[in-house]
């Protein structure tokens, strides 16, 4: 029996893989609103991990020392890239302000903590609804929108193509690594 060798190698860009699945489930829970929360939790997380990612392909290609950086804050790291690539993120405005919204949902659910939350409402009967609807609910589940997995979805994007362009990387980011291979007889 013949047998062949097999060599190959490709760029994995975590980035862009991280960014698909969090697109992955937003079409999910579009699909399925019933009871997406957590999909919508999830597309969210994976959106937050793109970014950080991204900074860390952006910085090991940008600075020959971003491995002994590479524990700091991801908003240190992004502050570090914009200084270099000379950049000035207006945090009052979109896409910039989205940023700190993210991480604290992040650290809330990297971090969790329980908590006892208490709500007291006065509701006219007639609209009253179901008392599910009205359980008080922590900062992070009510983050956990639709909308605002949108809102993050574009967002990053337009952050990370704005470093990518600045960064003299071109007009896509979002694109699978290239890989190649082939087989040799033995």
């Not at 000035?88 to 650290?107: H, V």
């Not at 969790?112 to 359980?135: A, E, N, Q």
């Not at 952050?159 to 040799?184: K, R, S």
């Amino acid at each position: 029996m013949k047998k062949v060798i097999f060599e190959g190698s490709k760029e994995i860009r975590t980035y862009y893989d991280l960014n698909h699945g969090a697109d992955a489930l937003i079409r999910i829970a579009e699909e399925f609103p019933k009871g997406s929360n957590y999909t919508i939790m999830s597309s969210i997380l994976l959106r937050t991990f793109t970014f950080e990612a991204y900074l860390n392909h952006l910085g090991a290609k940008t600075f020959e020392f971003w491995e002994e950086v590479d524990s700091i804050r991801v908003m240190e790291k992004y502050t570090l890239l914009c200084k270099h690539l000379k950049m000035s993120p207006d945090y009052s405005r979109r896409p910039y302000q989205t940023l700190p919204q993210l991480f604290k949902f992040r650290n809330a659910i990297a971090h969790g903590r329980s908590v006892f939350l208490k709500s007291t409402k006065v509701l006219h009967l007639s609209s009253s609804g179901d008392p599910y609807d009205h359980i008080p609910k922590a900062a992070w589940k009510e983050y956990c929108t639709p909308q605002n997995a949108k809102i993050a979805k574009k967002d990053i994007e337009l952050i990370i193509n704005e470093l990518h362009q600045c960064a003299g990387l071109g007009e896509y980011p979002f694109t699978d690594g290239i890989g190649y291979g082939g087989f040799t007889l033995k």
